[in-house]
C-alpha cells in the first residue's frame, strides 16, 4: 500500500512516501514583545522559528490555528488562550473581532499566506501587527522522482502544491488529497481530488488508504 501514497509535508510518516516539497529560511533576526498581548500563530513551523529567534516569545499568550500548532506551542512552554473551532486563518480572524478586540496582537508569520488576516482585520478596524519570520522555498526534483502512475498523492498545503508543479507534470492517473478546503483552491481544475475528513496529516492518510482501497477492488 505504501508505495502508491506519496506524502508531500516537510515531515515522513509511515505507510507512505515522503516526497517533500519545501524547505524553510529564517528571516527575522530578532522581535521585541513587549508592546503586544498576544501572539498569532497559524503554523507549527511559525513556533519552531519563532523559537530559534527569540526565545522569549513563550512569556507572551498564544492564539493558535492547529491542534498540532497549539501542540507545539506548549510543548516549547508557551501559553494558548485561543483555538478557533475549524482550522483556517478566517475563522480565528472571525474569533479575534468577537473576543480580542481591544488586545495588541502580533502575527508571526511565513511570508506568503493563504488568508490575509491583517486585511480582513482592517476592515473591522482593529490594527494587527505582523512580523514575517519564516519564508518557504521549492525543493528542485529531477523526472526520476515523479510518482508512478495511479499514485495518490497528498497535499498538506498551498505550497506543497505550488512547487509540486513546479517540479512534475500532473498524470491523468493520480488522485489528489488535500488536508483541506483552502489547500484545495490551489489545485488545477482538471485534478481528481479527494478533502481529508479533518486537517491532520493523519487524516490525509487516512482519506489516501480509502482511495487506494476503493480503486483496488474495481
Known amino acids: 500500500m ?4 506519496y506524502l508531500l509535508s516537510p515531515i515522513a510518516v509511515k505507510d507512505t512516501i515522503h516526497l517533500p516539497m519545501i524547505t524553510f529560511r529564517i528571516l527575522a533576526v530578532d ?4 508592546e503586544y498581548d498576544l501572539l498569532m500563530f ?3 513551523q511559525a513556533v519552531q522559528s519563532i523559537e530559534q529567534i527569540n526565545t522569549d516569545w513563550k ?4 492564539l493558535a490555528i492547529g491542534e498540532s500548532t497549539a501542540k507545539r506551542i506548549m510543548s516549547l512552554g508557551g501559553k494558548v488562550v485561543h483555538q478557533p473551532q475549524n482550522f483556517y486563518g478566517q475563522s480565528l480572524s472571525q474569533d479575534i473581532v468577537t473576543l480580542f478586540k481591544s488586545k ?3 502575527y508571526l508569520r511565513p ?8 486585511v480582513y482585520l482592517a476592515t473591522q478596524d482593529i490594527v494587527l501587527g505582523e512580523q514575517i519570520i519564516y519564508e518557504t522555498s521549492c525543493r528542485s526534483y529531477t523526472g526520476a522522482k515523479k510518482p508512478s502512475k495511479h499514485a495518490i498523492i497528498i497535499f498538506t498545503s498551498p505550497s506543497t502544491i505550488r512547487c509540486f508543479f513546479k517540479n512534475f507534470d ?3 492517473s493520480y488522485t489528489a488529497v488535500v488536508i483541506g478546503e483552502a ?3 490551489h489545485l488545477p481544475a482538471y485534478v481528481c481530488v479527494e478533502v481529508a475528513s479533518s486537517p491532520h496529516i493523519e487524516a490525509c492518510i487516512a482519506k489516501a488508504k480509502e482511495v487506494l482501497l476503493s480503486s483496488n477492488s474495481k
Open 104 to 106: 495588541k496582537i502580533l
Open 59 to 62: 512569556t507572551v499568550p498564544c
Open 170 to 172: 500532473w498524470d491523468e
Open 42 to 44: 497559524t503554523s507549527k
Open 111 to 118: 511570508k506568503e499566506v493563504s488568508f490575509d488576516s491583517r
Open 2 to 5: 505504501s508505495k502508491l501514497i
Open 31 to 34: 522581535i521585541d514583545f513587549s
Open 183 to 185: 489547500t484545495k483552491k
